[in-house]
C-alpha cells in the first residue's frame, strides 16, 4: 500500500515536470497567454490565440490566428503602456465616434507598442509598420512563431505581470478584398487606416497550469478555456503511458 502511493506520487510528480516542460519557458522564466478576439467595430470576424514565453529579458511569441483578410500584410505587436488599462480597447475608446478604432483610440487601453512581431529583423517599435516582415495571412490565417527576441526588463517584467496586449492590425471595412478607402492612416499618412487599425486583440495573461478551474468568468473566460483544453490533452496524452494506462489495465483485468 506504501508502496503504491509512493509510486503514484512519483508518477504524479513526473506529470507535473512534463506540464512545465511543455511550455518553452524554462525554469526561471515565466509564460502568458492570450485569446485574441475581434475589435469592436473592426468588422472582424477572427479569432485566434498568442503564447509568449519570458526567459529574462529574452521572450519567445507563438501565434495563430483566423479571420483576417487574406494575403495582405498584418501588423502584429505587443503593447504596453504603464499608464494604459492592459486590456483591449472597447467601442467606447472610439474617440471620434465614427464607429472604428483606430490604432490611436485602443491606445488608452493597450498602451504604445512595445515589440513588433516582425518575422525577420528588427522587433523593435521602430519596425511597426515594416510591412515587408509580416506575415500576409494567407486564407486569412495567420501563424507566427519567433524566439531569442530581445526586450528591456521592464517589458519583460510587464509581459510576465499580464500587463501586456497583443494586437494584430490591418482590417477591410469595405469588403473589397484589399486595404483602401479614403480614410488615412492615424500611423502613416500614405496607408489608408484600414492597414493598420486593429483586428484581433488579447490581454496576455498568465494561465497557470490547471489553474483555469478558478474561472476568472465572463468571455475572457469562456475563450480562456480554449487554451486549457489543449493544455489538458497534452497532459492527458502524456499520463496516457503512465497512470492512466495503468488504471485501465487494472481495470480490465478485473
Ligand atoms: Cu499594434
Request: with cysteine.
Amino acid at each position: 500500500m506504501r508502496k503504491q502511493s509512493k509510486f503514484v506520487g512519483a508518477t504524479f510528480g513526473a506529470i507535473t515536470l512534463l506540464a512545465l516542460g511543455a511550455g518553452p519557458a524554462l525554469a526561471s522564466g515565466s509564460s502568458v497567454n492570450a485569446n485574441l478576439k475581434p475589435i469592436p467595430g473592426s468588422g472582424v470576424e477572427g479569432s485566434g490565440t498568442a503564447m509568449v514565453s519570458v526567459s529574462g529579458t529574452t521572450i519567445t511569441v507563438t501565434m495563430a490566428a483566423t479571420g483576417l483578410l487574406a494575403g495582405q500584410p498584418h501588423a502584429a505587436h505587443i503593447h504596453f503602456g504603464a499608464d494604459a488599462r492592459h486590456e483591449c480597447p472597447v467601442i467606447g475608446d472610439d474617440t471620434n465616434k465614427d464607429g472604428h478604432l483606430n490604432t490611436s483610440e485602443g491606445a488608452p487601453a493597450y498602451g504604445p507598442i512595445v515589440v513588433s512581431l516582425t518575422k525577420s529583423g528588427d522587433t523593435s517599435p521602430a519596425s511597426a509598420l515594416a510591412v515587408k516582415r509580416f506575415d500576409t495571412a494567407p486564407g486569412g490565417k495567420l501563424t507566427y512563431e519567433r524566439g531569442s527576441i530581445k526586450v528591456s526588463s521592464a517589458v519583460a517584467a510587464a509581459i510576465s505581470a499580464g500587463k501586456a496586449v497583443v494586437v494584430i492590425h490591418g482590417v477591410d471595412y469595405n469588403k473589397d478584398g484589399k486595404y483602401s478607402g479614403t480614410v488615412k492612416s492615424d500611423l502613416a499618412p500614405t496607408l489608408p487606416t484600414e492597414a493598420t487599425d486593429p483586428a484581433l486583440c488579447g490581454a496576455l495573461l498568465a494561465a497557470p497550469v490547471g489553474g483555469m478551474a478558478t474561472g476568472d468568468g465572463g468571455a475572457a473566460g469562456g475563450v480562456n478555456s480554449g487554451l486549457l483544453i489543449i493544455g489538458g490533452g497534452a497532459l492527458v496524452a502524456a499520463a496516457g503511458t503512465g497512470v492512466i494506462a495503468g488504471r485501465r489495465s487494472r481495470t480490465a483485468v478485473r
